[in-house]
């Protein structure tokens, strides 16, 4: 991890002497927060890095002791096994983790991760699969149900549905959740002239008429023999067209990258 000295304080503070490598505990601010160092940079060999260890909730650098600061370099650290795949508890910089199956789990606040045992990261496990589980299923396919930044929503194959406010989504009815993932399909059908996946290319309707959408820029559609493009005309456009208006745009949209 790079350390940032130029425009905030290192907040150095040297707590004392690791007794397994010999090496100084610090305190550093680093560029993506609070850390704890071993190994100050006149210690370290031509190549060797320092150890670092993220600080838990609650934990300042202006008042963590030894001891604490040595106890954070216990984790990541195996508790066992559950469901045939290796359960560890760690800590990083969104906080402390229970780890299973490639799939990251927070641990509740007031937790201490030095304290969790295997047993309660099992509870901690079952509670994260019974909330990624389907809710029901549609036309043969899972329906995910969650919450996110914009409010609650369903996910139906690769789409996201929101789920109005007049429905209480602890209690939607399989109904309720189809009409709603229906009325998004057709939205969505609707939505596309021409979708090239492959090259990151869709034309769409919009508000305003049929746009292109290339990567994350918008790009106009010119008139075309002095008339505006409508979704009828739109449909008869070819990727080579579409391409010549997106270079328009972007001149080297289709350049390739010097390696």
């Avoid at 490598?21 to 610090?26: A, E, H, M, P, R």
């Avoid at 031509?46 to 008042?63: F, H, I, M, R, V």
């Avoid at 490639?102 to 990261?121: F, Q, V």
């Avoid at 609650?152 to 789920?163: A, D």
Wanted: charged fraction near 35%; proline fraction near 7%; aromatic fraction near 8%.
């Amino acid at each position: 991890e790079t350390i940032e000295n130029a425009e905030r304080p290192s907040r150095e503070r040297k707590l004392g002497i690791d007794p397994e490598s010999g090496k100084t505990v610090l305190t550093r601010m680093s560029r993506r927060g609070p850390v704890i160092q071993i190994g100050a940079p006149e210690e370290l060999e031509e190549g060797e890095k320092p150890q670092y260890a993220n600080l838990q909730p609650g934990q300042s650098l202006d008042t963590i002791t030894f001891e604490e600061a040595i106890k954070l370099f216990e984790l990541p650290k195996t508790l066992g096994e559950f469901q045939s795949k290796e359960v560890s508890v760690g800590a990083g910089r969104y906080g402390p983790y229970i780890k299973h199956d490639d799939k990251y789990i927070s641990i509740p606040r007031g937790e201490d991760p030095l304290e969790i045992t295997l047993e309660r990261a099992k509870e901690l496990i079952r509670e994260k699969q019974k909330a990624d589980a389907p809710v029901m299923t549609y036309k043969g396919e899972p329906v995910y149900q969650g919450k996110g930044r914009f409010g609650p929503f369903l996910k139906y194959r690769e789409v996201f549905v929101n789920i109005p406010r007049k429905y209480d989504p602890d209690n939607l009815s399989p109904e309720d959740a189809f009409e709603l993932i229906e009325a998004k399909l057709k939205k969505e059908a609707n939505r596309y002239i021409h979708k090239w996946d492959n090259e990151g290319i869709s034309v769409e309707n919009g508000r305003w008429g049929p746009f292109i959408r290339f990567k994350k820029k918008n790009i106009k559609i010119p008139k075309i023999d002095g008339e505006k493009v409508t979704s009828e005309t739109a449909a008869d456009l070819t990727l080579e067209q579409v391409k010549e208006f997106i270079e328009a745009e972007v001149p080297d949209a289709f350049k390739s990258k010097k390696k």
